[in-house]
T-cell receptor
Framework: EAQVTQNPRYLITVTGKKLTVTCSQNMNHEYMSWYRQDPGLGLRQIYY???????DKGDVPEGYKVSRKEKRNFPLILESPSPNQTSLYFC???FGVGAGELFFGEGSRLTVL | QKEVEQNSGPLSVPEGAIASLNCTYS??????FFWYRQYSGKSPELIMS????GDKEDGRFTAQLNKASQYVSLLIRDSQPSDSATYLC??????????????FGTGTRLKVLA
């Protein structure tokens, strides 16, 4: 089954404790990206990657890191989480760079205390 | 001015009616346009994509694009209670404006009343 898989789906952590949210897709997609969704603010792009080793900032990259060492994986790293990073996070992938639909993972709900 | 604007709603329509959802965007170089449906707590799922001016129909859904007016809309015919959700408009520049970002509106909440 074609899918985008995120883990963990739910996480409660404390300020400053490094965490990684994994994202993997099995559709051989070139493009992968991370979004956060907050009430009233909609989906905002954090980082995106057009191919292996090629990443670029989205609209809200502060406090996040990403890497794209393999085509299928695009982990999101929070080196020192803060409460303002409490949010619902979505990973998404697309075959084309802007020419195709985004396929979303199921989301990861993160709470930073 | 927001890059992609939608009325937040809620838009309430009776069952069987036509629901009309609207979206405007600011980047004239935008190439790709998408409508996603999102149920509360779930991930967005694609309803329609449209790339050229005019109408595109798929079942009960019709997307309309007018690049000159920077306007894209979604019509839902014979609305059903199961259509009640938040509808997200998304736009991608496709590199024309130097960016490959997908930019989303904040969504319009649709309520279909049985």
């Amino acid at each position: 089954e074609a899918q985008v898989t995120q883990n963990p789906r739910y996480l409660i952590t404390v300020t400053g404790k490094k965490l990684t949210v994994t994202c993997s897709q099995n559709m051989n997609h070139e493009y992968m990206s991370w979004y956060r969704q907050d009430p009233g603010l909609g989906l905002r792009q954090i980082y995106y990657s057009m191919n292996v080793e090629v990443t670029d900032k989205g609209d809200v990259p502060e406090g996040y890191k990403v890497s794209r060492k393999e085509k299928r994986n695009f982990p999101l790293i929070l080196e020192s989480p803060s409460p303002n990073q409490t949010s619902l996070y979505f990973c998404a992938s697309s075959f084309g760079v802007g020419a195709g639909e985004l396929f979303f993972g199921e989301g990861s709900r993160l709470t930073v205390l | 001015q927001k890059e992609v604007e939608q009325n937040s709603g809620p838009l309430s329509v009776p069952e069987g009616a036509i629901a009309s959802l609207n979206c405007t965007y600011s980047d004239r170089g935008s190439q790709s346009f998408f409508w996603y449906r999102q149920y509360s707590g779930k991930s967005p799922e694609l309803i329609m994509s449209i790339y050229s001016n005019g109408d595109k129909e798929d079942g009960r859904f019709t997307a309309q694009l007018n690049k000159a007016s920077q306007y894209v809309s979604l019509l839902i015919r014979d609305s059903q209670p199961s259509d009640s959700a938040t509808y997200l408009c998304a736009v991608n520049g496709g590199g024309a404006s130097g960016t490959y970002k997908y930019i989303f509106g904040t969504g319009t909440r649709l309520k279909v009343l049985a």
